[in-house]
């Protein structure tokens, strides 16, 4: 399947097909339902099953799902958000390079806020500071928000803490699992990272344009690459069963929509407050620091009113970090 957004003809067989699951659909009735010829439904049910969907039939006999699929169709994902304005537009790719790629370009083109662009697959996943973002095909959630908030530059730290605690709350809620944020949004489990956030924003002085939250979470995946087994897990390995990614994304973008309103009506101070509750890294952690050009243990001592974390250096010195990467220090 090409780089181009989903068709939504193959969004709307989907739903036809999830809603109709319990009997057989004559071919005919499923193509004037989508409004496409029969051998256009049969050359889109090529394409479901080599996603692995698993769909009974042929058009002559007509078509049955056999087990519901677990696909980030938007047909599936909107009736589920309600009036939740994150997700009013979704924009569904099977493969694409990057959804926050296409995200950065939708929102200069003037995209609405909430827009969310989902893949399946990503060939170029990015993670934070040039990483690749390991993006197994069907196996986890990649998805862009494009948010549009009347702040200033200097909010971006809280906003970033903000994308972290949903995430948290969601993948709490959905997986009963426990949780921990390592400054700034890697959601953590056992140790181990199971979802990492990139911030990207368009901004002048004093001015943000637009900010693109990409959001990783590793849901199903089996096992994890070997350079990366360390220090990465997936919800599945976790808690060792299959989840539901799309109950999941449900999940995190109705979070998102209201630690995001939490933040736009009453400032930092609530979201920082939660923040430092739901994580361990907040406070009285020895950590290994690393900025572009530094590299030297600290201990956090809370966040600042912006969202920056402190940490005092061995030699007692206290400082905000603004941006950076830290990990714990196991003795
Ligand atoms: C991190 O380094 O922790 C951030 C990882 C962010 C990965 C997500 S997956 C969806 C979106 N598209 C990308 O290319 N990256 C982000």
């Not at 909010?155 to 949780?179: E, N, Q, W």
């Not at 966040?303 to 005092?312: A, F, H, K, S, V």
Request: hydrophobic share 40%.
């Amino acid at each position: 399947m090409g780089t181009a957004a989903t068709d939504r003809r193959i969004d709307k067989l989907i739903s036809v097909l999830v809603k109709n699951a319990t009997v057989v659909l004559p071919g005919p009735k499923i193509a004037s339902q989508i409004g496409v010829t029969r051998s256009t439904v049969w050359n889109y049910v090529g394409k479901l099953r080599a996603l692995g969907v698993d769909i009974q039939g042929h058009t002559s006999s007509g078509y049955q799902l056999r087990t519901l699929p677990d696909i980030l169709a938007p047909s599936l994902i909107q009736p589920e958000l309600g009036d939740n304005e994150i997700g009013r537009k979704i924009i569904h790719y099977f493969k694409i390079d990057s959804t926050s790629n296409v995200a950065l370009a939708m929102a200069t083109q003037g995209a609405p806020e909430g827009t969310v662009v989902l893949a399946e697959e990503q060939t170029a996943g990015r993670g934070r500071f040039g990483r690749k973002w390991h993006s197994e095909k069907s196996s986890g959630i990649y998805s862009s928000i494009i948010l549009r908030p009347k702040l200033s530059p200097a909010d971006a730290p809280a906003i970033t803490l903000m994308a972290g605690l949903a995430v948290h709350r969601a993948l709490t809620a959905a997986t009963g699992l426990t949780f921990d944020i390592r400054w700034p949004n890697d959601l953590m489990v056992h140790g181990k990272k199971v979802s990492g956030i990139l911030t990207e924003m368009s901004a002048e002085l004093g001015c943000l344009h637009h900010v693109v939250l990409g959001i990783g979470v590793n849901v199903n995946h089996k096992s994890i690459p070997a350079d990366l087994a360390s220090i990465a897990t997936s919800l599945g390995i976790e808690g060792k069963r299959n989840y539901s990614r799309a109950q999941i994304l449900v999940s995190v973008l109705k979070e998102l929509e209201k630690h995001y309103t939490l933040l736009k009506e009453k400032g930092n101070a609530p979201i920082l407050r939660a923040w430092a509750e739901a994580s361990t890294y907040a406070e009285g952690k020895t950590v290994r620091v690393r900025t572009g050009n530094e590299d030297f243990e600290a201990v956090t001592a809370g966040l600042d009113p912006t969202g920056m974390l402190r940490i005092r250096r061995e030699d007692g010195r206290e400082e905000s970090l603004f941006s950076g990467e830290i990990t714990e220090v196991n003795r």
